[in-house]
T-cell receptor
Framework: DAGVTQSPTHLIKTRGQQVTLRCSPK?????VSWYQQALGQGPQFIFQ???????QRGNFPDRFSGHQFPNYSSELNVNALLLGDSALYLC???????????FGEGSRLTVL | ELKVEQNPLFLSMQEGKNYTIYCNYS?????LYWYRQDPGKSLESLFV?????AVKQEGRLMASLDTKARLSTLHITAAVHDLSATYFC????????????FGQGTRLTINP
């Protein structure tokens, strides 16, 4: 049983570019959340998707957007990249909002 | 705004010793998580504490929750090198909707 899978694992972008990160939830899970973890910090909640809609959102600008597909997979898009967007982006999935969260290995984004 | 504070942030200890990591949070919540993170890796769920007075143990780790004091502790008994990692506590600010606010993490190093 595959757990939460994310792609790509590493990527490098330059300021002003756009990036798309992808997440496939654990089999049977329907809820996907995204977190940003800067180096040496705890993860910060970006948003959560359920039934293809954004249900909760953290304190992130509109440059951060997402999408959930009918198969429950999800994308995180970041526009107009800033140096400060360099971080590990973690996807977590669960069954419903009360289920146990499972985290993926993350996508490490470096913005130059 | 909910704040989650861990202490200590860095902890170096010898094998065989006992120690406690503290997690304080600033608003009411009855759902608290502990995670472990190895360098360059994702988050591994250790404990989910769902009510006041909850205590859970797994091997050399024991976690407890006091919702009245807004305090959780992670106690390490007879530490071994394999427990070296960064430990995070996280509070669910929406009581089950999984919008987690993480502490800064405690980097634990256990020396032979």
């Amino acid at each position: 049983d595959a757990g939460v899978t994310q792609s790509p694992t590493h990527l490098i972008k330059t300021r002003g570019q756009q990036v798309t990160l992808r997440c496939s939830p654990k089999s049977g899970h329907d809820t996907v959340s995204w977190y940003q973890q800067a180096l040496g910090q705890g993860p910060q909640f970006i948003f959560q998707y359920y039934e293809e809609e954004e249900r909760q959102r953290g304190n992130f600008p509109d440059r951060f957007s997402g999408h959930q597909f009918p198969n429950y997979s999800s994308e995180l898009n970041v526009n107009a990249l800033l140096l400060g967007d360099s971080a590990l982006y973690l996807c977590a999935s669960s069954l419903g909002s009360n289920g146990e969260l499972f985290f993926g290995e993350g996508s490490r984004l470096t913005v130059l | 705004e909910l704040k989650v504070e861990q202490n200590p942030l860095f902890l170096s200890m010898q094998e065989g010793k006992n120690y406690t990591i503290y997690c304080n949070y600033s608003t009411t919540s009855d759902r608290l998580y502990w995670y472990r993170q190895d360098p360059g890796k994702s988050l591994e769920s250790l404990f989910v504490l769902l009510s006041n007075g909850a205590v859970k143990q797994e091997g050399r780790l024991m976690a407890s929750l006091d919702t009245k004091a807004r305090l959780s502790t992670l106690h390490i008994t007879a530490a071994v090198h394999d427990l070296s990692a960064t430990y995070f506590c996280a509070v669910d600010i929406l009581g089950g909707a999984q919008k987690l606010v993480f502490g800064q993490g405690t980097r634990l190093t256990i020396n032979p």
